[in-house]
């Protein structure tokens, strides 16, 4: 396994979806997986127990939402919920990071604002590359992902991904 790289700031949808494909402990190799407090109650709320894995070093991290005037415009334009409006809001005194979304309005929103994002299907595929999982494995996970998560994915997408998956050597 390499070392670890830049640290992530993570929305609810990939913390929730991973850890309903028992896949959350892909973000242990980052050096820091940021979650504002606004996420960490969502999560609290939906999907509890991912916020108990002793293995993923989660920081809970106070943020206030930004309050300048683009960046409100922007949260009224896509309609972003508080947790994605902190999670941005923190992307933006950790820019070198990765923002962790699965809501389209949101990435929408981070590609906007200049930042890298992925969601939970790219940690997987990730993991490939990192060596924490096998390609066979993420394939099996992939396959499962409608009946074991609920992260909404189209099926053609999610076929289009398995088929790409598939063909590389």
Known sequence: MTKPTVGVVCDA??????????????????????????????????????????????????????????????????????????????MSQHPQAI???????????????GYRVHGAIGVLLRAIRRQQRTRDEVLTILHELPQQSTLYLRASLLQDIITRLKSQP
């Open 13 to 90: 949808g990939p913390l929730i979806h991973l850890d309903e494909l028992d896949c959350l402990s892909l973000l242990t190799d980052f050096e820091m997986v940021l979650v504002p407090e606004q996420v960490w109650q969502e999560v609290a709320h939906h999907r509890p127990q991912a916020l108990e894995k002793t293995d993923v070093p989660l920081q809970r991290t106070e943020v206030v939402i930004s309050a300048e005037s683009p960046f409100q415009a922007l949260v009224k334009a896509l309609s972003l919920d508080l947790g994605e409006q902190a999670a941005l809001t923190l």
């Open 99 to 113: 923002f962790l979304t699965d809501d389209a309005a949101a990435r929408l929103a981070a590609v906007t604002l």
